[in-house]
């Protein structure tokens, strides 16, 4: 480690340093062509280990190239230089400062030339800590290329717009980024640009963590030529050492939707056309059936839910200044029902089962004493409550019809809320929209522990640090569910069973309950077969374990 370094400097500039064989991988790809000069750069060059592989793919075919390698860091120039050493014989130009600020080949006083290749691991920077004029460089340059991206774009995506523009017309393009490309929102417009810019596109995924010091999953794009193409190649290995067997006849096609996000990716070819099936013939998204929405946002949950001793000592009354509601949280939701008996042994335990709604600008003596407690405390300075008045009254939600656990180790659930009791932003809701019923919720609630919905809800949601997998309200409005003729027929067969399946999730038998809903959902009312029944299992059993690898050690949660 250099002198003035550490994990946590890198990890605020970005740098997460790139295994060699995966260097080794792209360069080689990057320095392939006949008419490939072996002009490379590599534009966040770290501590040079691009540039190391692209001098030794040249030394070893007795070729030399021009290196060209641009960092913020001056200590990493430092080390790169040392690492490279002759280089083999090519040229090495090393180059302190900011890649955005770097003119194009096209533009006056600019300092760099047009390359064969591009490579490299760009910073991954989240949107929190690229501001300012950094941000404001980073958005003009990928502007600049006929890309807008949003504010919540993270700094990887402007460079790699931006390192575009220095390639030639047939040059390659061949960099490390997090596999949110495939999900998130603001990557929208770099996936549509990526169609529109290249002749030829691939990219590698893998199933396990290829970084030591980072949590994020990546993929490898690689790239090449212009004109835009109707289908990219995908290449699906376990990790860095698979790199060197895959053959570029082994690739899957995927012609990418012109909007949306990528994730159905994650599924192996054979499981991804047998759902697309699946879905289109026996399933509809949950927006089809219900609205997912947002629960109670107070503004300081230590404030405004309290236990059943806070309510006593303070003599709040239930309707008039206090209503019932599912404490913070999700771990009070364990099963697929949450039922009164539940709500009463959490309120008997000591848990914030109450949310402060006085229904009248005037206040008890009790609820007074309560709103000075707060105001002693400073809970009506937060935000959401500074833009509220009275600032002590939150926008409660209705009870609704269902819970939804949108952040989840292992799968999301649809939780019937029998209790009928309200609920904080910390779980969705979800209301029926014709005809709702206690029985109809059940049935959701029991028959979405399918294999096909929970494979949904991993291309879907969004995975995140620590192996979360997350599901906003738009996200949670797409998970798909039984439709309707075959959530009837499935119930018939299923309602005995309901308990059995409460309690098998309630003790964390994920797939033994997925097991008993598939065979009759999926085999016996569906008709799919028990070899399809399979691909699409072992495609679930695949994504979630990428997924949960993410934390580190693969536990389900």
Known sequence: MQLGDSPQLRKQRGAFFTPYPIAEYLAEWALRGATNGGVVLDPTCGEGVFLLAAANRLAAHERTGHLIGIDVHQPSLDETADLLGDAGGSKVEL?????????????????????????GNPPFVRYQEHRGDARKRAASAAFA????????????????????????????IAMVLPAELLSVGYAEPIRRWLRSRFQAVHLVLFEELQFVDAEEQVVLLIARGTGGCNAFSLHHVRGAADLSDRHVFD??????????KWTELLVQEDARGLLRTVLETKF?????????????????????????????????????????????????????????????Q????????????????????????????????????????????????????????MFFTYMSHVSPRLVRNEADVTFLNSMHGVRLLTNPSAELADMYSILTLNTVTRLGAEIFGRSYGGGILKMEPTEAAQLPVPRRKYLDAAWAKLKKSRSRINSLIQEGAWDEATDLVDDVLLRQVSGVSNKDLAILSVALKRTRLRRQRRSGDGKQG
């Open 95 to 119: 180059l302190e400062g900011d890649f955005f600020n770097e003119a194009r080949p096209d533009q006056l006083g600019a300092r760099l030339p047009y390359v064969d290749a591009v490579i």
């Open 145 to 172: 290329q006929g890309v807008r991206l949003s504010g919540l774009a993270s700094s990887w995506a402007a460079l790699l717009v931006h390192s575009s523009a220095f390639l030639k017309p047939d040059g390659r």
């Open 251 to 260: 690739a899957d096609a995927f012609a990418p939707q012109a909007t949306g």
């Open 284 to 344: 509809e998204p949950l927006s089809a059936v219900a609205r997912s929405e947002l629960g109670t946002v107070t503004g300081g949950n230590s404030f405004f839910t309290m236990n059943e001793d806070t309510r006593l000592k303070y003599s709040l009354k239930e309707e008039r200044d206090v209503i019932r509601t599912v404490p913070p949280g999700t771990r009070h939701v364990k099963g697929v029902t949450f039922t009164m008996a539940q709500w009463e």
């Open 346 to 401: 959490l309120r008997d335990q000591g848990d914030r089962v109450w949310l402060l709604y006085p229904k009248s600008d005037k206040k008890s003596a009790g609820l007074a004493r309560y709103v000075d407690f707060g105001e002693a405390n400073e809970v009506d300075k937060a935000y959401k409550c500074t833009i509220r008045e009275p600032w002590w009254r939150p926008p409660v939600v209705s009870p609704p019809d």
